[in-house]
């Protein structure tokens, strides 16, 4: 039989779409999918690629899927039958992007240095829309019912939970002692007055620093005790006054996770 050759995520994109390399290089948790991309361009094959990568076959396919639509073509190909069995390739494109992943690096780490020997701390590549980011380490992980409850310190020891499924803390690479970026949008972020009584929730303490817009949609800013600020909005009728005693509340579910 004559080996048939199929594209993962064809049925979302065409072969002959342009590669978008900012899109697939510009992601928090890229070196752990270019991991896996290089280790099918080694064995050829994806599940041998998961095993060596340490993840599971459903999060290395989810890896190659979502860097393919990043990129927006697809990067691996699967041929089925043929005297070898069957087994994965990268595409052309799949090739390109390693290629690039690495000249990229070395950019990076060049830039970084300079960076440092300068005196200072640098956070490349993190383009987004969220206001709220702060550095954290994680402190454990915890099996949850949606996949995994990780447990974040911010700078003074302030403990704050993320939930993730499986399949992203594993690509994330996440364990005790690792430094990364929580992040969230400010409208997922409630402040008042009065401590929150919901459970399961993150709350954070400080005072405001800042109060702009009018009732029913006044964005709040505060300074948190780590010396981090928050944006959200408050979530009560009478306005806050600046250095006013106020908590934050943020669902685990609405923190986002980043590799800095």
Same mark, same amino acid.
């Given at each position: 039989?004559?080996?048939?050759?199929?594209?993962?995520?064809?049925?979302?994109?065409?072969?002959?779409?342009?590669?978008?390399?900012?899109?697939?290089?510009?992601?928090?948790?890229?070196?752990?999918?270019?991991?896996?991309?290089?280790?099918?361009?080694?064995?050829?094959?994806?599940?041998?690629?998961?095993?060596?990568?340490?993840?599971?076959?459903?999060?290395?396919?989810?890896?190659?899927?979502?860097?393919?639509?990043?990129?927006?073509?697809? !990067?691996?190909?699967?041929?089925? $039958?043929? +005297? &070898? *069995?069957? /087994?994965?390739?990268? #595409?052309?494109?799949?090739?390109?992007?390693?290629?690039?992943?690495?000249?990229?690096?070395?950019?990076?780490?060049?830039?970084?240095?300079?960076?440092?020997?300068?005196?200072?701390?640098?956070?490349?590549?993190?383009?987004?829309?969220?206001?709220?980011?702060?550095?954290?380490?994680?402190?454990?992980?915890?099996?949850?019912?949606?996949?995994?409850?990780?447990?974040?310190?911010?700078?003074?020891?302030?403990?704050?939970?993320?939930?993730?499924?499986?399949?992203?803390?594993?690509?994330?690479?996440?364990?005790?002692?690792?430094?990364?970026?929580?992040?969230?949008?400010?409208?997922?972020?409630?402040?008042?007055?009065?401590?929150?009584?919901?459970?399961?929730?993150?709350? !954070?303490?400080?005072?405001?620093? $800042?109060? +702009? &817009? *009018?009732? /029913?949609?006044?964005? #709040?800013?505060?300074?948190?005790?780590?010396?981090?600020?928050?944006?959200?909005?408050?979530?009560?009728?009478?306005?806050?006054?600046?250095?006013?005693?106020?908590?934050?509340?943020?669902?685990?579910?609405?923190?986002?996770?980043?590799?800095?």
């Amino acid at each position: 039989m004559l080996p048939v050759t199929i594209l993962f995520g064809k049925s979302q994109m065409d072969k002959t779409s342009s590669l978008r390399l900012d899109a697939a290089l510009g992601h928090d948790i890229t070196d752990k999918r270019i991991d896996v991309l290089r280790r099918i361009e080694a064995v050829g094959s994806i599940s041998e690629a998961a095993r060596a990568a340490g993840i599971s076959y459903k999060a290395a396919w989810q890896a190659i899927e979502t860097l393919s639509n990043l990129a927006g073509t697809p !990067l691996v190909e699967k041929a089925v $039958g043929g +005297s &070898g *069995g069957g /087994g994965a390739q990268l #595409t052309s494109a799949g090739h390109k992007v390693l290629d690039a992943f690495d000249y990229f690096s070395k950019v990076r780490q060049a830039a970084m240095l300079q960076a440092f020997n300068a005196g200072h701390e640098a956070t490349l590549g993190l383009r987004t829309s969220m206001r709220n980011q702060w550095v954290c380490t994680v402190h454990h992980l915890a099996p949850d019912e949606h996949g995994q409850c990780v447990a974040l310190a911010l700078a003074d020891g302030t403990p704050i939970q993320s939930v993730l499924t499986d399949e992203s803390a594993q690509l994330l690479g996440l364990k005790p002692g690792l430094t990364v970026l929580a992040l969230c949008k400010a409208t997922a972020v409630s402040v008042g007055a009065n401590l929150p009584e919901q459970e399961n929730m993150n709350v !954070l303490a400080g005072r405001v620093e $800042g109060v +702009s &817009g *009018g009732p /029913g949609k006044t964005e #709040t800013t505060m300074r948190l005790a780590c010396g981090a600020s928050l944006v959200g909005f408050q979530n009560e009728p009478q306005l806050l006054e600046q250095g006013q005693p106020v908590w934050a509340q943020i669902d685990p579910a609405s923190l986002v996770v980043a590799l800095p």
